[in-house]
């Protein structure tokens, strides 16, 4: 069982940055793939971004973020990460982490057993 925590969303102008946190409880999250989706009022949730167990040597992105966001995770912490950069207001959502023990290569939110309460990031114009 993993519990997992999001922080970091606030409000930030275009082209701003900010960094989300994941924090996870338990001490099997090195073993969990961990994702990260976000959800726009009146539109479905969406993948991110993910990153693999162990080492996270591998990631993956939605095309819409390659270039600007970040995915990484430290196991020592139980955190994984999200940096945002070049915010645009299409990136206003509520965000949040996902963890499942195996890796997709087009993951969508059913097959993802864990996920956090989310947290708001909100992009001005």
């Known amino acids: 069982q993993v519990q997992l925590v999001e922080s970091g969303g606030g409000l930030v102008q275009a082209g701003g940055s900010l960094r989300l946190s994941c924090a996870a409880s338990?001490?099997?999250?090195?073993?969990?793939?961990m994702a990260w989706f976000r959800q726009a009022p009146g539109k479905e949730r969406e993948f991110v971004a993910q990153i693999g167990a162990w080492g996270g040597s591998t990631t993956a992105y939605a095309d819409f973020v390659k270039g600007r966001f970040t995915i990484s995770r430290d196991n020592a912490k139980n955190t994984m990460y999200l940096q945002m950069n070049r915010l645009t207001p299409e990136d206003t959502a509520g965000y949040y982490c996902?963890?499942?023990?195996?890796?997709?290569?087009?993951?969508?939110?059913?097959?993802?057993?864990?996920w956090g309460q989310g947290t708001q990031v909100t992009v001005s114009s």
């Open positions: 996902a963890g499942r023990t195996t890796w997709g290569t087009r993951p969508s939110p059913s097959e993802f057993d864990y």
């Open positions: 338990g001490r099997t999250f090195v073993s969990y793939v």
